[in-house]
């Protein structure tokens, strides 16, 4: 049995999911908030001329001359971002892989796409904020009570632990999944990524499953084998 067909077999066998999902998920999308590339010229380009911003994640933190400059950034990312958004395959490939299923999830992105692709927003905790409160100026929603409440729920069950471009050195989100995962005894540890962001440390390794590649390529393989299970 090949990794995907050992992940499949996790996944169906859950009783519940825990998710954490970063920046190499939204790349996946296509939307890359570190890259300074056609997508960021065409939506920023006057930005980069104006002040040197060179990618998204620039942009949200740059100390511009006046407010109505960072606000003038944020409503555009907003706009190109969030309300233009349409869900894209990728995303459309992970709620199928969920359905029917317990889950909460985790993530450093702020886009919103989870919750605008179908996700429940009340099982979606955005750690670091939404674009949308950044133009607002209101604060993260903290949602640390309902992540402990469904730990807890899931302790001594078949809990699935489901990393998606997580970076190796994480320590928001992919430590605790780690500890996590050596802590309960039916977990299983599933991480999706890039060959040099893959790392499975030998603590958990005969609990883990990490699936190299392309996170859009391997979505969909799993949702294709998950549904010829049902």
């Known amino acids: 049995m090949n990794n995907t ?16 999902a970063s920046n190499g998920l939204s790349i996946a999308e296509g939307y890359h908030i570190f890259a300074n590339n056609a997508m960021f010229h065409h939506q920023f380009g006057d930005f980069q001329e104006r002040y040197g911003v060179r990618s998204v994640i620039d942009g949200c933190f740059f100390r511009y001359p006046d407010e109505n400059t960072r606000q003038e950034f944020f409503r555009r990312l907003v706009q190109y971002w969030v309300k233009d958004y349409r869900p894209s395959q990728v995303m459309k490939d ?22 605008l692709s179908g996700f429940d927003p009340d099982r ?33 069950r078949r809990l699935v632990l489901l990393e998606l471009g997580i970076g190796r050195n994480n320590r928001l989100i992919k430590q605790p999944l780690m500890q996590l995962a050596a802590g309960e005894p039916h977990a299983t540890y599933i991480t999706l990524n890039l060959a040099p962001e893959l790392y499975i440390p030998e603590s958990i390794a005969p609990k883990s499953i ?21």
């Open 5 to 20: 067909d050992k992940a499949c077999k996790a996944i169906a066998e859950a009783d519940a999911l825990l998710i954490g």
């Open 94 to 115: 992970l709620l199928a892989i969920v359905e029917g299923k317990d889950y909460f999830i985790l993530t450093t992105n702020a886009d919103t796409h989870l919750e």
């Open 124 to 156: 979606v905790f955005e750690l670091e904020g939404t674009f949308e409160q950044a133009l607002a100026g209101k604060p993260i929603e903290d949602k640390n009570r309902q992540v402990q409440d469904f730990i807890t729920q899931c302790h001594g």
């Open 210 to 230: 990490g699936l190299e590649g392309d996170i859009a390529v391997t979505l969909s393989e799993l949702k294709g084998k998950l549904q010829s299970l049902k």
